[in-house]
């Protein structure tokens, strides 16, 4: 693979996040997505002959933001409940990609995607297909029949293979069984977080935000597989019971955590 060109912004006033002063003549030099050097325009090391210069004079240059909660598949505001009916499955690929180019516009360089976007949408950006910040993604939401992550109608129509790029926006989990191969599967498939959905939702349609949705059992168990291997768990809970649930459950994850120092 050829090597990436550099990109070398200079003279500008650096803030680096840490809490110090701002330094001004500052230079950032970059290989791709990947910062090489950064410091004083005096002690800026020799760049290649091809780099893509920056006059940076009299602009800030600071970190990149991270937005925690994102669904770049779900371009909801921008869509009714009757659209949802006339678009065909996995359109969300598309319709996050302008998404994620206006993420990155806003100077946010990190997302967690908590339902919706796969380990596609990743490599398309890993290599340059699109332009996205990096993903911390969660693929699908585990959440119990009927809960918030189960968008089916009483007629059977399911909003979620519309909005979502890999066919659905939950994995229905009912029980510890199911809750240990969903968990298990959403990182099979590439999930750096796993998302449950520990009390009810507005969206879905037979459920309420003060509804319970998966049970504390259910819950430890994806906890603590997911702590087996590193991955971290979020939680969709609005009220009080569905918050107290989900950290009791997570108890389970700190567990896990010290089992593996």
């Known amino acids: 693979m050829p090597q990436q060109r ?5 003279h500008a006033t650096l803030i680096d996040g840490t809490g110090a002063a701002p330094a001004q003549m500052h230079t950032v030099v970059l290989r791709g997505r990947k910062i090489q050097w950064v410091g004083p325009d005096a002690e800026t090391p020799i760049l290649d002959t091809d780099a893509v210069r920056i006059d940076g004079r009299g602009q800030f240059l600071l970190p990149g933001f991270i937005d925690s909660h994102v669904h770049l598949a779900m371009p909801t505001g921008q869509l009714s409940g009757t659209d949802l009916l006339h678009l065909p499955p ?8 302008p998404l994620q180019r206006a993420t990155l516009d806003a100077g946010v360089t990190t997302v967690r995607d908590l339902g919706g976007i796969d380990m596609a949408t990743e490599v398309a950006i890993e290599r340059g297909l699109i332009e996205g910040p990096e993903i911390i993604f969660a693929y699908r939401a585990l959440g119990p029949t009927g809960g918030h992550g189960d968008f089916r109608t009483c007629c059977g129509f399911n909003q979620g293979e519309a909005l979502s790029p890999n066919g659905d926006i939950g994995f229905l989990t009912d029980g510890v069984d199911e809750a240990l191969r969903n968990t298990r599967e959403v990182m099979r498939l590439g999930g750096k977080v796993i998302k449950v959905m520990a009390g009810g939702g507005v969206w879905s349609p037979r459920d309420t935000p003060w509804h319970d949705g998966l049970n504390i059992a259910e819950m430890r168990t994806i906890v603590e597989e997911a702590g087996s291997h590193g991955i971290p768990v979020a939680a969709h809970a609005q009220s009080a019971r569905s918050i107290s649930n989900a950290l009791v459950a997570g108890g389970a994850q700190h567990r896990a955590r010290l089992r593996n120092r």
């Open 6 to 10: 550099q990109t070398v912004i200079e």
């Open 90 to 97: 996995r359109f969300g690929y598309y319709a996050s990609i």
